[in-house]
Each structure stands twice: as C-alpha cells, then as structure tokens.
C-alpha cells in the first residue's frame, strides 16, 4: 500500500494526515500521541476513528497540524485519518465512520468581532442618563 494523504480541518486547526500500512505509529509534528496530547480525552478522540473501523495497529500515521487550540487540533486529527481511512477502503470503512458522524466537517467558526461593541454580539452597557 502506497502512501495516502488526507485533509481534516476545526475551527482554526488544519491537519495534514498521511497513513501507510505499518504497526500502528502515530507521529504528530515528529512527536508522539502521548507527547503531543497530555489529556487522555484528546488522545481518545484521535483514536476514535481507528476504534470504530477496527483497524488499531494496523496503520502508521504521519500528521502535521497547524492553527487553533488542542481541542481544536485533535478534532481536525480525527477528521483527517477519518478521510484517509476511506481512501484505504471505501466499502469496508465508510459506513462505520460516516454512522458515527467522523465524516462531517463541523462548519462552526468564532464569528467575528465587530466595531463600536466589546465582542461579537455583546454590546457595552446602555445609559440612560
């Protein structure tokens, strides 16, 4: 199997995912999974997509991630070796990625803040007098 490459983005994260048969290998930025997310939430959240598709080991992943938060970032991991999974195999791994909403991009963004008022939608306080 050929090297195969896949986009995931959140919010303001965006990661570049390339998976390759192997031994299951995940190198985030040239570091480890455990290095890189401290948080055994966020580490679940990674490895969500290989957990459903049965596919733990089976699978090394280079990734690179740039922009937003961990939350953020590990979000767009997800959705990255979702993608990359269904190149892999269409058929076997689509419908368990895709049942469990792994597929979807989330088009949620932070709305912009705008002039004369403290935040987006908040507004400085009104007085009367």
């Known amino acids: 199997m050929e090297q195969i490459h896949a986009l995931g983005r959140r919010k303001a994260a965006v ?3 390339y998976i390759v048969a192997g031994s ?5 930025n040239g ?5 890189y997310f401290a948080e055994d939430s966020l580490r679940y959240v990674v490895n969500q997509p290989m ?4 596919t733990e080991g089976q699978f090394d992943l280079k990734i690179t991630v740039v922009g937003g938060g961990i939350k953020g970032q590990a979000e767009a991991i997800r ?7 269904c190149e892999v195999d269409k058929e076997a ?14 088009p949620r963004e932070v ?8 935040g987006a939608r908040r507004r400085f306080q009104f007085s009367k007098r």
């Open 15 to 17: 990661a570049r995912v």
């Open 24 to 28: 299951g290998k995940i190198a985030i």
């Open 31 to 35: 570091r480890s999974l455990e290095e």
């Open 51 to 54: 957990s459903v598709t049965k």
């Open 79 to 85: 959705l990255g070796i979702s993608r990359a999974l």
């Open 93 to 106: 791994y689509r419908s368990a990625l895709k049942a469990a909403g792994f597929l979807t991009r989330d």
């Open 111 to 118: 709305e912009r803040k705008k002039p004369g008022q403290p």
